[in-house]
């Protein structure tokens, strides 16, 4: 019996040793290609973990912020901030959680960025800027400014869910699954799992590209190093995104804005139309504009359509 014990923990400790080489070395393969340098950019010390950001260009304040998705950063933006700097002072970050931003081990909460945008606008931009969202990151302005009802100049939200889904927040199941992704060995093998190159590769094709042929080797590698950066460490945020922790109802924030909004959608997204028609219901000031032949991330897609948007609303609300 003492012998079959034995066993058991000397076979249970080998497992566990060559799934941790495992992880660290889809750390070290992901960060091989160096596609995300850090050289260009800064670092804004914020309280819950340094702030990987960029500025470029003059003129107004532009501030673009990325979809909330470990895999993601502000590579996203890479097509159109020449552009925009030709007019604007262009500020891009990574979120906490994200790219070359710091990924602490702790429970992120849509408040928590609510707080880093506030913070990241008043002791770095220190004017109103323009933002620009993509995906479920427009929760963070919208609350953000309602919080503070000077701090933004207008906002646009690329490809945002339904106003509605942020009404959501943790249960039974949802714990669970964050529990068992922040676990020390098997959790970060099932991140690992979550984003494969495969898996990164089918959601860029699939979800992120309406042409599935526009999608690069290096855009790849971009969206498989910014998952992997710090050891992996985005299981954490990707833990309180499955744990429903960073949604929070934007209904009576978005119902009071007063500045100019605008909701872009790619047609090409299932129920774009209702999207963009549930942010007009619930505040008629509220634009809507849609782009053809794009998937989700269009400023990677079809930069120039996007940047014809923008620079519209941008000249029609001044």
Known sequence: MKKNIKHFF?????????????????????EMKNILKSQTGDYYNWKNGNIYY????????VLLIH???????????????????????VYTLDLLGCG???KPCLTYTNYLYVQLITDFIKNVIAEKPDVITTGSSVSFAVLAQNMDNGLMKRII????????????GPDQYSTIRKTLLELPIIGTLLYNIKTHETNIAKCLRETYFHKPQLVSSKMLDAYYEAAHLDHS??????????????YNPI?????????????IMSRNISNAVSIGDSYVHVNSLIETSY????????????????????????????
Not at 70 to 86: A, F, G, N, T
Not at 157 to 168: E, G, H, L, R
Request: aromatic share 8%; glycine share 4%.
């Open 10 to 30: 000397l076979l249970t400790a080998f497992a566990a040793g060559t799934i941790h080489l495992v992880n660290r070395f889809v750390d070290h393969t992901a």
């Open 54 to 61: 960029t500025k470029r260009g003059s003129g107004s304040p």
């Open 67 to 89: 979809d909330l998705d470990p895999i993601s950063s502000s590579y996203e933006w890479c097509r159109i901030v020449k552009k925009l700097e030709k007019k604007h002072t």
């Open 100 to 102: 070359r931003s710091e």
């Open 157 to 168: 939200a690329i490809n945002p869910p339904a106003a509605a889904s942020f009404n959501q």
């Open 233 to 246: 460490h985005g299981k954490y945020l990707m833990a309180s995104i499955e744990g429903h922790y960073t």
């Open 251 to 263: 209904l009576h924030a978005l119902k009071k804005l007063e500045i100019p909004v605008c909701v």
């Open 291 to 318: 782009i053809s032949n794009a998937g989700k991330i269009p400023q990677l897609e079809v930069p120039d359509k996007l940047l014809n948007i923008i620079y519209m609303f941008l000249n029609d609300n001044k």
